[in-house]
């Protein structure tokens, strides 16, 4: 069993920065493929960025150049900064977890999901 808890949602102006991160705890975090997912009112679930277990990063066209994932295995924690932030990047910020890197963009293959975190980008 894996538990996953965001931070550091919050409101940003656009063109802003902000840092959202998500604690593991539970099982061996080292080896988990982890994933960064968003919701914005009234649309589905969305791919943002993911990382593998050997650092690989894999992102979105939307975020690619201005979202960066990281993992400090030390801590268990997972970041997204994201830069250049955009009003359409306004959305609940979901951490999520699985055993392998494969098909990461699809949700549905996530075992473990965090609660969210607010992320609001004002024009």
């Known amino acids: 069993q894996v538990q996953l808890v965001e931070s550091g949602g919050g409101l940003v102006q656009a063109g802003g920065s902000l840092r959202v991160s998500c604690q593991a705890s539970g099982r061996a975090f080292t080896n988990y493929a982890m994933g960064w997912f968003r919701q914005a009112p009234g649309k589905e679930r969305e791919f943002v960025v993911a990382?593998?277990?050997?650092?690989?990063?894999y992102y979105a066209d939307s975020v690619k150049g201005r979202f960066t994932i990281s993992r400090d295995n030390a801590k268990n924690t997972v970041y997204l900064q994201m830069n250049s932030l955009k009003p359409e990047d306004t959305a609940v910020y979901y951490c999520a977890a699985k055993p392998r890197i494969i098909n990461y963009w699809r949700s549905n293959l996530y075992d473990y999901w965090g609660q969210g975190t607010q992320v609001t980008v004002s024009s």
């Open positions: 990382i593998a277990w050997n650092f690989s990063t």
